[in-house]
Protein backbone atom coordinates (compact mmCIF):
# COMPACT_ATOMS: atom_id res chain seq x y z
CA UNK A 1 0.00 0.00 0.00
CA UNK A 2 1.82 2.78 -1.19
CA UNK A 3 -0.23 5.11 0.51
CA UNK A 4 -2.09 6.85 -1.57
CA UNK A 5 -6.09 6.85 -2.05
CA UNK A 6 -8.02 6.98 -4.99
CA UNK A 7 -12.00 7.18 -5.72
CA UNK A 8 -13.22 5.48 -6.78
CA UNK A 9 -12.14 2.37 -8.23
CA UNK A 10 -13.96 1.50 -11.37
CA UNK A 11 -15.85 4.26 -13.16
CA UNK A 12 -18.81 3.47 -16.21
CA UNK A 13 -20.11 6.62 -17.67
CA UNK A 14 -21.59 7.57 -21.34
CA UNK A 15 -20.24 9.59 -23.97
CA UNK A 16 -20.55 13.54 -23.14
CA UNK A 17 -20.97 13.19 -19.55
CA UNK A 18 -19.03 14.52 -17.17
CA UNK A 19 -16.94 12.65 -14.15
CA UNK A 20 -14.52 13.51 -11.25
CA UNK A 21 -11.30 11.23 -10.47
CA UNK A 22 -10.54 11.99 -6.28
CA UNK A 23 -7.04 11.78 -4.44
CA UNK A 24 -5.68 11.73 -1.56
CA UNK A 25 -1.59 12.08 -1.27
CA UNK A 26 0.67 10.53 1.13
CA UNK A 27 0.30 11.57 4.75
CA UNK A 28 3.05 14.81 4.27
CA UNK A 29 3.45 15.06 0.41
CA UNK A 30 2.89 18.10 -1.15
CA UNK A 31 2.47 17.36 -4.80
CA UNK A 32 0.27 15.56 -6.45
CA UNK A 33 0.72 14.00 -9.68
CA UNK A 34 -2.29 12.90 -12.63
CA UNK A 35 -1.21 10.22 -15.13
CA UNK A 36 -2.96 8.62 -18.02
CA UNK A 37 -2.81 4.93 -18.89
CA UNK A 38 -4.21 3.73 -21.91
CA UNK A 39 -3.33 1.15 -24.62
CA UNK A 40 -2.13 3.60 -27.48
CA UNK A 41 -0.65 6.25 -25.52
CA UNK A 42 1.16 4.29 -22.94
CA UNK A 43 1.45 6.14 -19.03
CA UNK A 44 1.08 9.72 -19.84
CA UNK A 45 1.63 12.80 -17.34
CA UNK A 46 -1.39 14.99 -17.57
CA UNK A 47 -0.38 17.60 -14.52
CA UNK A 48 1.15 18.15 -11.60
CA UNK A 49 -0.35 20.22 -8.48
CA UNK A 50 2.18 21.33 -5.61
CA UNK A 51 0.85 22.76 -2.43
CA UNK A 52 -2.09 23.86 -3.70
CA UNK A 53 -1.09 25.48 -7.28
CA UNK A 54 -0.51 24.40 -10.79
CA UNK A 55 2.87 23.23 -11.23
CA UNK A 56 3.27 21.55 -14.42
CA UNK A 57 1.32 20.59 -17.55
CA UNK A 58 1.52 17.96 -19.50
CA UNK A 59 -0.50 16.27 -22.45
CA UNK A 60 -3.97 17.22 -21.09
CA UNK A 61 -6.86 17.59 -22.90
CA UNK A 62 -8.68 21.20 -22.29
CA UNK A 63 -11.82 18.90 -21.89
CA UNK A 64 -9.82 17.84 -18.37
CA UNK A 65 -9.24 19.90 -15.49
CA UNK A 66 -7.15 19.32 -11.95
CA UNK A 67 -7.49 21.20 -8.89
CA UNK A 68 -6.03 20.85 -5.46
CA UNK A 69 -7.58 21.36 -2.56
CA UNK A 70 -6.12 23.26 1.00
CA UNK A 71 -5.63 19.78 2.98
CA UNK A 72 -4.12 18.67 -0.23
CA UNK A 73 -6.81 16.08 -1.92
CA UNK A 74 -6.58 16.96 -5.64
CA UNK A 75 -9.34 16.13 -8.21
CA UNK A 76 -9.40 15.60 -12.32
CA UNK A 77 -12.54 16.52 -13.72
CA UNK A 78 -13.28 14.92 -17.27
CA UNK A 79 -15.92 16.54 -19.43
CA UNK A 80 -17.45 15.84 -22.82
CA UNK A 81 -16.37 12.63 -22.33
CA UNK A 82 -15.57 10.59 -25.40
CA UNK A 83 -14.69 6.89 -26.16
CA UNK A 84 -10.83 7.71 -26.18
CA UNK A 85 -10.95 8.77 -22.78
CA UNK A 86 -11.24 4.91 -21.55
CA UNK A 87 -7.85 4.57 -19.26
CA UNK A 88 -6.32 3.80 -16.13
CA UNK A 89 -5.52 7.27 -14.35
CA UNK A 90 -3.28 7.53 -11.50
CA UNK A 91 -2.77 10.12 -9.21
CA UNK A 92 1.13 10.18 -7.84
CA UNK A 93 2.39 12.07 -4.78
CA UNK A 94 5.32 12.74 -3.65
CA UNK A 95 7.17 14.97 -0.87
CA UNK A 96 8.33 18.51 -2.80
CA UNK A 97 7.88 18.97 -6.19
CA UNK A 98 11.29 20.31 -7.41
CA UNK A 99 13.29 17.75 -6.63
CA UNK A 100 14.18 14.98 -9.56
CA UNK A 101 15.39 12.37 -7.42
CA UNK A 102 11.98 12.18 -5.19
CA UNK A 103 10.20 9.06 -5.65
CA UNK A 104 6.45 9.34 -7.15
CA UNK A 105 3.98 6.94 -5.09
CA UNK A 106 0.81 6.03 -6.84
CA UNK A 107 -2.45 5.23 -6.08
CA UNK A 108 -4.46 2.41 -7.05
CA UNK A 109 -5.92 3.82 -10.03
CA UNK A 110 -9.64 4.93 -11.14
CA UNK A 111 -10.58 2.96 -14.04
CA UNK A 112 -12.85 4.45 -16.71
CA UNK A 113 -14.87 3.29 -19.21
CA UNK A 114 -16.65 5.41 -21.65
CA UNK A 115 -19.73 3.52 -23.24
CA UNK B 1 11.92 10.94 -30.21
CA UNK B 2 11.57 8.29 -27.46
CA UNK B 3 13.37 9.48 -24.26
CA UNK B 4 12.57 5.99 -22.43
CA UNK B 5 12.83 2.90 -24.71
CA UNK B 6 12.24 -0.67 -23.62
CA UNK B 7 12.85 -3.45 -26.00
CA UNK B 8 11.43 -6.23 -25.00
CA UNK B 9 8.14 -6.81 -24.87
CA UNK B 10 7.85 -9.75 -23.00
CA UNK B 11 10.20 -11.99 -21.08
CA UNK B 12 10.04 -15.15 -20.07
CA UNK B 13 12.06 -16.49 -16.72
CA UNK B 14 12.19 -19.68 -14.48
CA UNK B 15 11.86 -19.38 -11.17
CA UNK B 16 15.00 -18.98 -8.78
CA UNK B 17 16.60 -17.65 -12.21
CA UNK B 18 18.00 -13.89 -12.88
CA UNK B 19 16.41 -12.26 -15.22
CA UNK B 20 17.59 -8.78 -16.90
CA UNK B 21 14.79 -5.84 -18.32
CA UNK B 22 16.81 -3.55 -20.62
CA UNK B 23 16.14 0.05 -20.51
CA UNK B 24 17.61 2.50 -22.54
CA UNK B 25 17.17 6.60 -22.07
CA UNK B 26 18.14 9.72 -23.87
CA UNK B 27 18.77 12.92 -22.05
CA UNK B 28 20.89 15.86 -22.47
CA UNK B 29 20.22 16.53 -19.09
CA UNK B 30 23.02 16.14 -16.63
CA UNK B 31 20.73 15.55 -13.45
CA UNK B 32 18.26 12.92 -14.10
CA UNK B 33 16.80 10.28 -11.87
CA UNK B 34 15.76 6.32 -13.10
CA UNK B 35 13.20 4.72 -11.88
CA UNK B 36 11.56 1.17 -11.80
CA UNK B 37 7.77 0.40 -10.99
CA UNK B 38 6.26 -3.17 -11.32
CA UNK B 39 2.42 -2.79 -12.43
CA UNK B 40 0.90 -6.81 -11.34
CA UNK B 41 -2.59 -7.65 -13.03
CA UNK B 42 -4.59 -5.92 -10.27
CA UNK B 43 -3.31 -2.07 -12.20
CA UNK B 44 -1.64 -0.77 -9.19
CA UNK B 45 2.27 0.95 -9.42
CA UNK B 46 4.08 0.02 -7.17
CA UNK B 47 8.01 1.56 -6.77
CA UNK B 48 11.11 -0.89 -7.53
CA UNK B 49 14.23 1.23 -7.54
CA UNK B 50 15.87 4.54 -7.81
CA UNK B 51 19.28 5.37 -9.46
CA UNK B 52 20.49 8.77 -9.72
CA UNK B 53 22.20 10.69 -12.45
CA UNK B 54 25.43 10.88 -10.27
CA UNK B 55 24.98 8.22 -8.28
CA UNK B 56 28.75 5.80 -8.41
CA UNK B 57 27.14 3.07 -7.19
CA UNK B 58 24.55 0.88 -8.77
CA UNK B 59 20.66 0.77 -6.61
CA UNK B 60 20.44 -2.22 -4.89
CA UNK B 61 16.78 -3.18 -2.96
CA UNK B 62 16.78 -6.57 -2.25
CA UNK B 63 16.53 -9.01 -4.82
CA UNK B 64 16.59 -5.63 -7.81
CA UNK B 65 19.48 -4.35 -8.48
CA UNK B 66 20.06 -1.55 -11.25
CA UNK B 67 22.71 -2.39 -13.93
CA UNK B 68 23.65 1.98 -14.58
CA UNK B 69 25.92 2.31 -17.42
CA UNK B 70 25.85 5.76 -17.23
CA UNK B 71 28.15 6.22 -21.04
CA UNK B 72 26.01 4.43 -22.74
CA UNK B 73 22.55 5.82 -21.26
CA UNK B 74 20.88 2.50 -19.87
CA UNK B 75 19.35 1.33 -16.73
CA UNK B 76 18.57 -1.84 -16.89
CA UNK B 77 16.75 -3.93 -13.92
CA UNK B 78 18.01 -7.09 -12.64
CA UNK B 79 16.01 -9.30 -10.26
CA UNK B 80 17.48 -12.22 -9.01
CA UNK B 81 16.11 -15.26 -7.47
CA UNK B 82 12.41 -15.08 -9.97
CA UNK B 83 9.32 -16.04 -7.70
CA UNK B 84 5.94 -16.44 -9.12
CA UNK B 85 4.62 -13.25 -8.09
CA UNK B 86 7.46 -11.35 -9.86
CA UNK B 87 4.59 -11.73 -13.19
CA UNK B 88 3.96 -8.40 -13.50
CA UNK B 89 4.33 -5.88 -16.64
CA UNK B 90 7.90 -3.63 -15.23
CA UNK B 91 8.25 0.22 -16.59
CA UNK B 92 11.16 1.86 -16.64
CA UNK B 93 11.11 5.83 -16.03
CA UNK B 94 13.24 8.62 -15.95
CA UNK B 95 12.77 12.35 -14.34
CA UNK B 96 14.61 15.07 -15.75
CA UNK B 97 15.16 18.65 -14.13
CA UNK B 98 15.04 20.50 -17.32
CA UNK B 99 11.72 17.76 -17.97
CA UNK B 100 9.79 19.77 -15.03
CA UNK B 101 8.60 17.09 -12.64
CA UNK B 102 6.81 14.50 -14.99
CA UNK B 103 7.89 11.07 -15.30
CA UNK B 104 8.13 9.74 -18.55
CA UNK B 105 7.51 6.44 -18.90
CA UNK B 106 8.65 3.56 -21.06
CA UNK B 107 6.38 1.21 -23.33
CA UNK B 108 7.10 -1.75 -20.50
CA UNK B 109 8.45 -5.52 -20.44
CA UNK B 110 5.79 -8.37 -19.31
CA UNK B 111 7.50 -10.81 -17.49
CA UNK B 112 6.26 -14.11 -17.10
CA UNK B 113 7.56 -16.21 -14.17
CA UNK B 114 7.29 -20.14 -14.46
CA UNK B 115 7.38 -22.55 -12.12
Known amino acids: DSGVTQTPKHLITATGQRVTLRCSPRSGDLSVYWYQQSLDQGLQFLIQYYNGEERAKGNILERFSAQQFPDLHSELNLSSLELGDSALYFCASSVGGTAYQETQYFGPGTRLLVL | AQKITQTQPGMFVQEKEAVTLDCTYD???????LFWYKQPSSGEMIFLIY??????QNATEGRYSLNFQKARKSANLVISASQLGDSAMYFC????????????FGTGTRLLVSP
Open chain 2, 27 to 33: TSDPSYG
Open chain 2, 93 to 104: AMREVLGFQKLV
Open chain 2, 51 to 56: QGSYDQ
